[in-house]
């Protein structure tokens, strides 16, 4: 669950309030919990509802933009990232919900139907967004240099 807040957020400490007011709102509204269904879906859907209720209540940060240091050349950036750390990067810039898909799907390994449930969607939603997720993180890596329009991962000379 703190992978998602995680994710979502982009900042430890507020990823771990969350989590943290994840946890307590899930053992106060224990009772609400259908027992027929599996708890790690429910739980999630209330970390991802937090994590959407704290990024409305932000503030905006200004944020100054130096392209030397947030645009590095494509020699720099295979140098010095690998592909998972290429991979996070692309994910923030998907839309949140394809990135909360992406998420619980690939990385906390729920089911489309878990998906479905935790963000409160139909079935087709989850796999139209999975599917959308994947090509923008695709045609994103191949901007970045990372990878080729067939796939490769471009090795490091």
Known sequence: MLAICLRQLRHREDAEDVAQQTMVRAIRHLHHWDQLRSLDPWVLTIAVNRCRTHLSQRKVRPRSFDPAIDSPSREQRLGTADLSEELHLALRKLRDEYRTCFILFYQQELSIAEVA?????????VKTWLHRARRELGQLLIERGVVTKDGYELHRI
Request: include cysteine.
């Open 117 to 125: 449930e935790a963000m409160n969607c139909p079935e087709g939603t």
